[in-house]
């Protein structure tokens, strides 16, 4: 019986945690915070020769891949395996000491 009770209020806690309203995720939230679309981007190649879309805010990073319009991942072979080319550390004044 007591097992049964600690499920249903798991359940319970659960489904009322479903019910928030999710997070605007194109903010950056840190200590310089600004819409993503102010940051700079560049292209991380990964072992496999594919693109993803990469940022560096200093503190924190983004990264996702980089797919065409039919949802495939995009491998343009811009750069060797495992570089990352562009501008990807511009768009914050907080220094990366990494």
């Known amino acids: 019986m007591k097992i049964s009770r600690i499920l ?3 359940a319970a806690a659960c489904g009322l ?5 999710p997070e605007d995720k194109g903010y ?9 679309s102010q940051l ?3 292209i991380w190649v990964d072992p496999h020769g594919c693109d993803h879309w ?6 924190e990073g983004y990264l996702s891949a ?3 319009d039919y949802g495939k991942p995009v491998c343009s072979g811009i750069a060797p395996p495992g570089t ?3 501008p990807f550390k511009a768009g914050s004044p ?5």
């Open 17 to 21: 945690a479903a019910c928030q309203v």
């Open 84 to 86: 990352a080319v562009g």
């Open 40 to 42: 700079r981007a560049g």
């Open 54 to 59: 990469i940022i560096d805010d200093g503190v």
């Open 94 to 98: 907080i220094p990366d000491i990494l």
């Open 8 to 10: 249903l209020i798991t």
């Open 28 to 36: 950056d939230r840190g200590i310089d915070a600004k819409h993503l």
């Open 66 to 68: 980089r797919l065409d």
